[in-house]
């Protein structure tokens, strides 16, 4: 598989010389399967330059899930020109006791007065489909879900294929067990030998007390699933809006510090443009 980052900053797109290198864009990750499958998690600003590279591509279908229902996830989609092109299917998945009815929260996103063109009215195919989150086949890959430890519920997901396997777990606080969220033992045995995982990474050690029960967790939090869960490499996510690169580098670099034993993963922080073939 082929995974690209289109967008990496949590809570609100940022712009600026001091954002450059780690990019401003909200969450949106792509996935390209070996047979050509495309699947989309989340459509932050960063879903715009994807529908626009899907479009000079030709592509003409996907699967697009959503983590959860929070603003920076959503906040592209009036901006996926995919949406507006009538040729153009979009499989749906939604999963409502993990995340809410997202069909009815983008319906209630996408419509005057906050947007011109309702959700419901696209061009393009939209094709919602229900599953619980356990497993799914699409695109060519094998998905299973978790229970994001976060405000308001929200849905981490195990992407594999060909054996190999990525996880996807923004705006998951690990300290902190919210209403509906999996245990700290769940999420080791979901990430355990994983070849990446990408987590939420939002604030330092130092940041986190004062933000206790916001829904996100500090980096070498993060990192210390990743050793325990025996993953190849650990991707920092959903950045602060506050961080600027300098900042970013430092965080990195204490986590580096801090995965240096024999056997740790890799690390690096997601860049809107980052990719890796797994």
């Not at 592209?76 to 809410?100: E, S």
């Not at 947007?115 to 299973?144: C, H, M, Y």
């Not at 994001?148 to 998951?172: A, K, M």
Request: hydrophobic fraction near 40%; include cysteine; aromatic fraction near 10%.
């Amino acid at each position: 598989m082929i995974v690209r980052c289109w967008g990496a900053r949590g809570s609100i797109p940022v712009s600026g010389p001091q954002f450059e290198r780690y990019g401003g864009d909200t969450t949106c990750l792509e996935f390209r399967s070996r047979g050509g499958g495309l699947l989309v998690i989340d459509a932050g600003t960063g879903v715009r330059r994807l529908g626009n590279a899907m479009l000079l591509e030709g592509r003409r279908d996907c699967t697009l899930l959503f983590t959860h229902a929070h603003w920076d996830h959503i906040q592209g989609l009036p901006f996926f020109k995919p949406l507006y092109t009538p040729d153009l299917r979009i499989r749906l998945g939604l999963c409502p006791a993990r995340q809410g009815d997202m069909r009815r929260i983008l319906d209630q996103a996408l419509r005057p007065p906050l947007f011109p063109i309702p959700f419901a009215e696209a061009p393009a195919r939209v094709e919602p489909f229900l599953w619980n989150g356990d497993v799914l086949e699409a695109e060519g890959f094998r998905i299973t879900g978790i229970a994001l430890s976060h405000p308001n519920g929200g849905l981490g997901y195990r992407v594999e294929e060909g054996g190999r396997s990525l996880v996807f777990l923004t705006d998951n606080e690990l300290a902190h067990r919210h209403r509906g969220g999996a245990a700290a033992g769940d999420y080791l045995a979901f990430c355990r030998g994983a070849d990446a995982l990408i987590h939420d990474a939002e604030y330092t050690p130092e940041e986190y007390p004062a933000r206790q029960g916001w829904g996100h967790t500090h980096a070498l939090d993060a990192a210390r699933l990743a050793r325990e869960a025996g993953v190849g490499f650990f991707g920092l996510f959903h950045h602060n809006q506050e961080r600027e690169d300098a900042a970013e580098d430092a965080l990195v670099e204490r986590c580096r510090t801090f995965l240096s034993e024999p056997g740790d993963p890799d690390c690096a922080a997601l860049t809107q443009d980052w990719e890796m073939t797994l």
